[in-house]
């Protein structure tokens, strides 16, 4: 377990919420000012929420950009749901990843870790922004394509017809 200074652990765990929210905005193509200040204060809520057990958060980050994309009537929000799951997944795998080997490489064995603390919300940074850099060059333009897809039917169709129409009735 990783033991941090309460400024260090919520610092974390806030940039931890708020950089996974981000992630999923930047992957659906929903990112402007005026949401990224509600994304801000929606992390603030979802960390000072007390929960006994952390892993809490992520069910809540879920619900969270439901409402919003029902808020908001996004037209895919079964589509985005899923997008969603991925992002928690993929960006708490990555995090835990890079802190657990930061704190074996700088933290572990150290008596006095309120310095050296900070490596650990800085790491999540990076990971963030090296994974956004990612998702804003490969991943949106795929998930933006399939969007597309998904919202006009007539090609599925089409598809489905070609295997189950005899062949002498043409599309």
Known sequence: ???????????????NV????IIYRLVTGYLNR????????????????PFL???LEFPLIMIYLWLFDRKHDRPQIIHNN?????????????????????YEIFLEGRKN??????????TDLIITVILG???ILFIAPK??????????????WKLVGVFFISPEMSI
Not at 39 to 45: G, K, M, P, T
């Open 18 to 21: 708020f950089e996974l929210i």
């Open 34 to 49: 005026k949401i990224i200040l509600v994304d801000f204060l929606a992390s603030l809520v979802i960390i000072c929420v």
């Open 1 to 15: 377990m990783i033991d941090l200074t309460l400024p260090q652990a919520f610092v974390s765990d806030f940039l």
């Open 143 to 156: 998930v933006r394509e399939v969007s597309i897809q998904i919202l006009n039917p007539v090609p599925l």
């Open 82 to 102: 899923i997008i969603a799951m991925c992002t928690i997944i993929v960006m708490i795998s990555l995090t835990d990843l890079g802190d657990h080997y930061m």
């Open 113 to 122: 870790i309120s310095l050296l603390g900070w490596i650990l919300p800085i």
């Open 133 to 135: 850099i990612l998702v």
């Open 53 to 55: 057990e952390g892993s």
